[in-house]
């Protein structure tokens, strides 16, 4: 019998949880990205976006990170800004709110 570690179990739930919450965010933020390049306003991106066709591999979970995720976003002027520059800057803004 192979038993493992409970601090293990923990930790590698922890790592899920924070890849998941990267993925995701990453999602979310390339989305709104898209979404301001095409020319439309923010307040219109958070609706309808964090449904289940939106994630890959939808759980309830990463849906409900999602939609925690999304207004941080969108709702920030800085984030809205730095998304129209030129280049993938939705890694950028992952990064600030920590969650990669």
Request: aromatic share 6%; with cysteine.
């Amino acid at each position: 019998m192979i038993t493992i570690p409970l601090a293990l179990v923990f930790l590698s739930t922890l790592a899920d949880i924070v890849i998941g919450n990267c993925a995701v965010c990453q999602t979310v933020a390339q989305r709104a990205e898209f979404h301001l390049e095409d020319g439309k306003p923010p307040e219109t991106f958070a609706k309808g976006e964090c449904g289940l066709n939106m994630i890959l591999y939808p759980t309830i979970q990463k849906v409900n990170q999602c939609k925690a995720i999304a207004p941080q976003i969108i709702g920030n002027a800085q984030y809205v800004k730095l998304l129209l520059r030129p280049g993938k800057q939705y890694k950028n803004v992952c990064n600030s709110l920590k969650l990669c």
